[in-house]
Structures are given as C-alpha cells and as structure tokens.
C-alpha cells in the first residue's frame, strides 16, 4: 500500500535538519539551561523516526548507513573512559574538570569533561531507540 | 605416632586403596587394608598398662584457631577401650571380609575406602575432646554407614535401608549438634574434659534440660534406641563384614559411647537418669520381643543387637543415679555402670562372632532365611560350635561372658530399689520384672537362631548352593571372637583390671579418682542368696518352654505387630513429607502472575502496614503544606479521569489512549512544578511509549474479539480490596512520611555550589552528569542492555509467538 507521500516527504526533508538543530542546542544548552545528552538524544531518534515515517526503513537506511548497535557501544564507551580518564591523573574515579578556552568562531568558551560523559549519553539513547524502533519496525 | 595422627591413619591410607585396587589385581586388596587396623591395634595396646594407673593422653591439632576449634584426641579409660574394639574387631572383620568379598566380582576399592573412611571416622568420635570436632567425627560415621549399607547400589532394599538410616541418624545428629551448641554456649567451652569441670554450673541453667534431651536423641538414634531403632534392621542389606563390624560392634555403641562420656555432665539431672533407663529398659525388650518374629538370620540378629544395646544403655542410666546418692549407695550404682562397660566389651565379641557366622551360612547355602535352612549341624560343624558359643553368651548361659553380664544386670536391676526417686515406691519393681521377661525373649531367640539353622531336617532342595563348611580363613575372625567369649568367662577380671576399670573411673569421676579405687570384681559364682540367680534360672526354664512351643505362639506376632508398627510410621512420615510438601506447594505455586502478584501485594500491604502500625507511624500533619492552586486541581481532575478510563474501558486502544493522556498530564504536572528537564524528558518517553504499545497490540491475534465486547475484565473482589490496599497503603504512608520530616534536604548544596564547584547552571543536568553521573553511567548501561535484550528476543524468532501467547492468555 504505497501511496503518494510528496508533502510529508517535502515536509521531513526541511523538518529533520530543524529538529536536529533543536536537539544539538538542547544537548549543548544542558549544562545551564533545561536540556542534556538523553532529551537531545531522544529527540534526535525522533527526527529519524520521522524521516522512517516519510519514507521506508530500506531507503532510511540508505540514506544513513549506520549500525545503532555501534552507536550504543562507542556512546558507552565515551562515557566510561570519561570518567575513567580521572584516575590518570591520580583523583578518584568519575572527577570532572573544567576550564575556559578561546576558541577560534566561539570566542570565550568553557570546556567541561562532563560534556563528553553528555556525549556518550546522547548516542547511547539515539543507538538504543533506533535499535528498538527499528528493530520492532523490521520485524514482520 | 602421635594421637591425632593415629585417628587420621586410616582415611589417609584409604586415598592409597583404589591405586592398590587397580594395580594390583592378583592379590586381593584386602591383604593390605589388613595392616592398616593391625597397626592401631598395636599401637593403642601399647597405652594399656598405663591407662590403667590411671594415666591419661592428649594431644591437639589446631583445625580453626580463631574459633577455638581443634582436633583433641583424649586417652582415658572409656575412649581407650573403644579404641581397641575398634580397631580390634575391624582387624578381625577386614580378615573376614578378605575371603567374604569375591575380589574378582566385588568393587573392593570402594569397600575397603568406606570401610577405613568409617574407622577413622568412629576412632574420631571416641577420643575427640572436642564437641565441633566429635560431630564432625560423628556425621562422618554417618556418612560412611550410608555408603556401606548401600554397597550394593544396584539393589533397590540396600538404597532403601541406606536412605533410612542415613535420614535417621543424621536427623539425630543435628539434633545432637543442637545441644553440643547449647551446651557449648551455656558452659563457655567446647572441650568435654572442661565441661566435666564445671558440670555443677552448668546443670543449673535454663537450657540445660534442652542440651541434655537433644544430646540424648543423638545417642539413640545413633544407638537404635527405641523409637529409632527401625533403621538397624533394615541396615542388614550392607554385606556382612559391614554388619558385624558397623552395626553390631562399633556404631552403633557411638551413642553408648556418648551417653557414657557425656554421664559427668548430664546425671545430675534425674530426667537424663529416667530417660536413659527407661528408653534403655523398654528397647530391651521390645527388641528381645520381637528377635523371634524374624525369619531371617540378620534380621534377628539386628532385633538382637537393638535389645542388648537397650540393655547396656538401661545400664548407664542406672549407673548414673550414683551422682544422686550418698555414701554406700554409690557404689551400689556405680556397679551398674560397670556391669555396662563389661557388657559391651562381651557383646562386641559374641555379637561379631554371630554376623560373622550368618554371612558365611549365606555364603555357603546362599540363603539367610531361617525357614529354608536346618541340619547343617553335621555340614558345616566348626560354624555351628562357633555360633552356638555366640548364642549361648547371648543367652546369658555359663560358661561364657554373657552370663557374667547377664547376672550383673539383673543385680543392678534389683538395685533401683535401694533408690528414692521421684517417690518411686514400688513402682521400681516394674524394671527388674520387665528385664526379666526381655531376658526370656532373648533366651528363646538365641536358641531359635542357633537350632533353627543347624538342628533339624536338611532341606537341599530349597537351597540356592549345597552346604559345606566354609573356607578356613572365613572362619578364623568369629573363632577369635568366640574364643574371647569363652576365655572372659573364665578369667573375666584381667579384662576387668586392664580395660573396663579404667572406663568405669571415666565414667564417675566424682567416685573414683583412679581406675585401681574400682572395687568391683567379677565372679561367676554369687552363692545361693543371690537373687539373680535365681532369675537367671527361672530364665532357662521358662526360656526353654517357650522355644519347644515356638511353632504354636508365634502366630500372634501376624496379629499383633502389623497394627504397631514403627515403620509403618517412618514410611507415613516419609510419605506425608514428600506428597505433603508437593501438596503444599502445588496450593500455592499456581504457575499463575496474577496470583504471584496477589502474594506481593498482600505483603506489600501487611508488611508495610503491620511495621507502621507497631511503630505508631502513621501522622498527618497539615502545617508544612504548600497552598493548593487551581491549576493543580484541574490537572489532577485530568489524571483521575485518565486513571479510571484505563481502569473501565473495554477497549485496548482506549485504554492506551487513555494511559498517554495520563502521560502528558504527568508532563503538565512536572511543568507547573518547575521541572521542565522531567517535562521534555516525559513527553518524549510518553510519545515513544505510546507508540511501541500501539505497535504491540496491532499484532495482537484475535484483536476484533475483545474489541466486541463479549469479555469483560470482570470484577473481583479480592483484586479490588487487595488494589485498595495497597493504594490506601502507599498513600498513608507518602503522607506519613511528609508529616515528619527529620532531616533537612541536601539539596541546598547544591544550589550553592552548582557554578563554582561544578560549573554549570543546569541543577539537574550537572547532578546526572557531574554530581551523581555513576548513575547516570549505569542507566545507559541499562538501556544498552535492554536494546540488545530486544534485538536477541526477536532476532531469535522467540518473542513473537511466546508474547503474543501470553497476552491473549489474559
């Protein structure tokens, strides 16, 4: 039953780059502002689940060829060695630091290490809801 | 050779037999197990002479220090000779079983490993000082009779008597444990010879009676006492050395043994005195009773054995009311501890004697059923001289050791009367006149088992094998032991010095410091006043009446025994536990969630309830709240609405619908409180939730049938008082908890140190990640686990079919 979808197809394709701006700032805002890695995460899955609504999981899948399953690994992996990397430096396990660096187009910019431990939070919720969605969306 | 080392010989030695079993398959194993027994034999000899002035041994192996508990093996009178009929009569029995056990037909390597696994285990439990380690010993025993009577696993009745003693005895040994531990606590230590010291202190604490009763019960299963004894006759389908060395000789004297040891402690209290002897008194005769009831020759012979250790433990019992008395009465009593002593010494040799010569009658005729056999007097005449000198001791007939005993009992009897206890009047007479009949009893199955077998007409045709005198190295072992019978008799009081003096002394040590202050010797001649005598003759005549009139009162067991029946009872309780126990749990384990469900939340209410009702929690204090605002209400109006469509509708998809209302209203609510993390967060949970429900019940079977109608949830009662429950509960509870509020909230910390400490501005984004992000860590580590839980669940094709299934079920 594949019917015509132009408008929604032409609505998603301008809608996903807004919602996936939406989701970046949210994730970048968390540290001050309502937001973090797992809203931004969750609203990053749903704008891939909009695009699988417009389109098909085949062709959603073309268009970005990733393994969620990677995905939930590498987001996993980033937040252990963030807090894993502390004890390197002979503090316990799971300290963060923070500091203020200028960087070139920003400007004045503060860096803090638990934006890495947000990171691996924001893919490891994008991995493990596509995973789901996909997976029970796959399944005949 | 130290002590300890002695008691471990055999075990260790036993890791060296299945070598020798496989490597050595010309010369039967046997041969070198022999030397093993020998060794102590000679060893312990070697602390006779000494033992006898007196003189006592101990030596310690730390086994855990922190805890005090050490391997003690302690050398006085009583564990000494324990020790030599140990490793005595286990020589005589591994020389037995050398030409018993077919060494190309039988698996001599597991035998001969329990057997030595077993003596060690027995030599333990006599010398150990300590109680952890004499229960160790103890269980080990035990273990080994298990694995003994059970030696021919193929047969269904050796498992079955294997399974029932072992159920007894260790049911009777944890007791035991029980009351070493109570005893333990109340006297502070667990070294015996310490306890004995201070038995004054400790007969006058509250628990005292307890230890003392689970002891007891220890000893009697052990000791096949009644109501216990029902495991030793079935005990009879081990082979036959192990029947004449475990369950005539050495094992079952461990619960005389610690009735004996234990004497010092526990006679101070009269119950442990009536107990002893009355259970010791009433297993001797029903025992004796029921000997002649039995048609096989082991049979009868374990009635035999039940009886004489009933005998033996009445003994001790009587023997420990000399801590009562005062001045010549306790030497009166001590005689009977005395006359114990000696009466095991002589039924370890006439009882191993008589196993030994039925396994070789079963060898030799293969057959122990006393019907098929007769005349094999003029066949096999050197078994029957041996067996008739047995039976004849048994009896209590001169010239062997068994009248000697058998007169010492019947005075010691006669003595309760010089005792004043629990005002017995003349109640006492009842125990010499109960004695007396059990002697009668034991007289006419000592005869039934010795001229039933040999007199009589010889029926070759009913036998499996033509009779013929065994092989002279069968007969070597019971000739021993019936030369002993006979040399006791006449020269009983070199036994008495060397051997049962010294035990006595260990026994009562409040009346004889030394074994040489026991005055007793033993005669065989106690003149014409004595009234024993006269019992004992009264014994042979009626005796010998009843066994010529056997044929015609027997029929009265078939009435008679069927109805009381101990096993009948054991296998009941056996039957009850096990059906009972699957009962039970089929009640309750329905294989039903809803009624899992029903138990927790019924405990959820009780438990939760019952703790704040006893500790007077419930409060409702009203002071600390915040004013309610309009928009709350109306929210709450929402979720309450949401809440009972789900709970009313009849549809799924209402009801999904429904539960998302409830959702975002829930999001409405984390608004107007300020939580707008939790808000985004719930929305999008909400939305992804809804989704994945909708997609699940889309490909649920049979959808159109709920949606007609046609099945309603339905209401129940219990559901619904049980729902209540818990949600009254949980409110209570919710409000109790707000009403009083004892420590203040951690949360000003962070609210001061969000910027300077941890640098961001976001209170609950840098609580996840900075403050608390191990959390954090292990949620994503949670949500890992559950795609991963989904891509196996339906890449496995099982998801599918299992949880459509399931949810059609409700």
């Given amino acids: 039953m594949k019917t015509n979808d132009l408008i929604i197809q032409t609505t998603t394709k301008l809608v996903f780059f807004i919602i996936f701006l939406f989701s970046i700032h949210i994730f970048f805002a968390g540290h001050y502002t309502p937001g973090g890695g797992f809203v931004g995460g969750l609203l990053m899955s749903s704008a891939i689940v909009l695009l699988l609504l417009a389109f098909d999981l085949k062709t959603v899948k073309e268009m970005l060829p990733v393994n969620y399953t990677v995905v939930t690994a590498i987001g996993l992996l980033i937040s252990i060695a963030t807090a894993a990397g502390s004890i390197f430096f002979n503090v316990p396990f799971f300290t963060h630091v923070y500091d203020y660096f200028n960087i070139p187009l920003l400007g004045k910019t503060s860096i803090h290490t638990a934006m890495f431990f947000d990171t691996g939070v924001y893919l490891v919720v994008v991995g493990v809801t596509m995973t789901i969605i996909q997976m029970i969306g796959g399944d005949e | 050779m130290s002590l300890v080392f002695a008691i471990f010989l055999p075990i260790i030695a036993a890791l060296l037999i299945p070598l020798l079993f496989k490597r050595v398959s010309s010369i039967h194993t046997g041969w070198f197990v022999l030397i093993i027994p020998l060794l102590l034999v000679i060893f312990y000899g070697t602390y006779i002479s000494t033992v006898m002035d007196g003189s006592t041994y101990v030596d310690e192996l730390p086994w855990i220090p922190s805890l005090g508990i050490s391997f003690i093996s302690y050398i006085d009178g009583l564990s000494l000779l324990f020790s030599l009929l140990i490793t005595g009569i286990g020589t005589l029995v591994v020389l037995y079983s050398i030409f018993y056990l077919d060494k190309n037909k039988e698996k001599l390597g597991n035998f001969y490993v329990y057997l030595l696994m077993f003596m060690s ?11 952890i380690s004499l229960y160790f010993f103890w269980e080990l025993t035990s273990i080994s009779s298990f694995l003994l009577i059970g030696y021919w696993y193929t047969k269904d009745r050796s498992r079955f008597g294997a399974l029932k003693s072992m159920m007894i005895t260790v049911f009777g040994g944890l007791m035991m444990l029980g009351g070493f531990l109570i005893l333990g606590i109340i006297g502070d230590t667990f070294s015996i010879r310490e306890l004995i010291g201070e038995a004054t202190a400790i007969a006058g604490h509250d628990l005292f009676v307890w230890a003392l009763v689970l002891v007891l019960i220890g000893a009697f299963t052990k000791s096949a006492q009644f109501p216990f004894y029902i495991w030793l006759p079935d005990a009879m389908e081990a082979p036959t050395p192990v029947s004449a060395y475990l369950h005539s000789a050495t094992m079952v004297k461990a619960g005389l043994y610690l009735v004996a040891r234990f004497t010092p402690i526990f006679a101070l209290s009269e119950v442990w005195v009536w107990l002893v002897t009355g259970i010791g008194i009433l297993t001797l005769f029903w025992g004796s009773f029921f000997a002649v009831k039995q048609t096989d020759l082991k049979a009868i012979l374990a009635f035999s054995t039940v009886s004489q250790l009933g005998l033996i433990m009445s003994l001790l019992g009587i023997g420990s009311i000399a801590y009562h008395v005062t001045g010549d009465l306790v030497t009166t009593f001590t005689f009977a501890t005395f006359a114990a002593i000696f009466h095991l010494m002589n039924h370890a040799t006439f009882k191993g004697s008589l196993f030994m010569i039925a396994g070789i009658i079963d060898h030799e005729t293969g057959t122990r059923d006393i019907r098929k056999l007769g005349g094999l007097m003029s066949l096999m005449p050197v078994s029957f001289t041996i067996a008739l000198i047995g039976s004849l001791s048994m009896a209590g007939v001169p010239p062997f050791n068994g009248f000697l005993s058998k007169e010492m009992f019947l005075d010691a009897v006669l003595n309760l009367q ?54 002279i190295g069968m007969l070597v072992s019971p000739g021993i032991l019936a030369t002993l019978v006979v040399i ?18 260990a026994i009562q040590p409040l009346a004889y410091k030394v074994p040489s202050d026991v005055g007793f010797s033993i005669k065989a001649w106690h003149g014409f006043d004595s009234p024993a005598l006269y019992m004992t003759l009264g014994v042979f005549l009626v005796g010998y009446l009843l066994y010529m009139t056997i044929p015609k009162w027997r029929a009265m067991y078939n009435a008679l025994p069927s109805k009381v029946s101990l096993n009948g009872m054991y296998d009941g309780i056996m039957r009850l536990g096990d059906s009972g126990a699957h009962r039970f749990s089929s009640i309750y384990m329905t294989g039903s969630i809803r009624n899992y469900f029903v138990y927790m939340f019924a405990a959820i209410i009780v438990l939760l309830g019952g703790t704040m009702w006893i500790k007077d929690a419930f409060a409702i204090r009203l002071d600390a709240l915040a004013p309610i605002r309009f928009f709350e209400i109306l929210i709450s109006i929402l979720l309450i609405i949401g809440t009972i469509t789900i709970l009313f509708t009849k549809s799924r998809l209402t009801a999904v619908i429904a539960l998302g209302a409830v959702g975002y209203t829930v999001a409405l609510f984390y608004i107007i409180f300020k939580a707008p993390d939790l808000a985004l967060t719930q929305l999008v949970i909400e939305t992804v939730s809804v989704a994945l429900f909708l997609g699940a019940f889309y490909h649920l079977p049979k959808l159109n049938k709920h949606e007609k109608g046609k099945e309603d949830r339905g209401f129940r009662l219990g559901n619904f008082l049980i729902a209540l429950g818990v949600g009254v509960m949980v409110t209570l509870i919710a409000i109790s908890s ?47 686990i559950a795609s991963l839980g989904i891509i196996g669940m339906i890449t496995l094709r099982l998801a599918k079919k299992r949880g459509a299934r399931k949810i059609e079920n409700k």
């Fill in chain 2, 121 to 131: 285990a027995m030599l333990g439990v006599v010398q150990s000082d300590h109680l």
């Fill in chain 2, 418 to 471: 010089h005792f004043d206890l629990y005002a017995m009047d003349s109640w006492w007479i009842l125990f010499p006149i109960v004695a007396w009949i059990a002697s009668v009893f034991t007289f006419v199955y000592s005869l039934y088992f010795v001229f039933y077998t040999f007199r009589g007409k010889y029926k070759p045709e009913q036998l499996p094998k033509a009779a013929h005198e065994a092989p």
């Fill in chain 2, 488 to 505: 006791i008799f006449f020269i009983p009081n070199f036994f008495g010095n060397a051997f049962i003096k010294p035990a006595v002394a």
């Fill in chain 2, 738 to 784: 707000h009403s009083q509020k004892l420590i203040p909230s951690i949360s000003q910390y962070y609210k001061d140190t969000v910027y300077s400490e941890a640098g961001g501005g976001n209170i609950v984004n840098v609580i996840l990640v900075d403050y608390r992000g191990f959390d954090t860590l292990f949620e994503i580590s949670v949500l890992t």
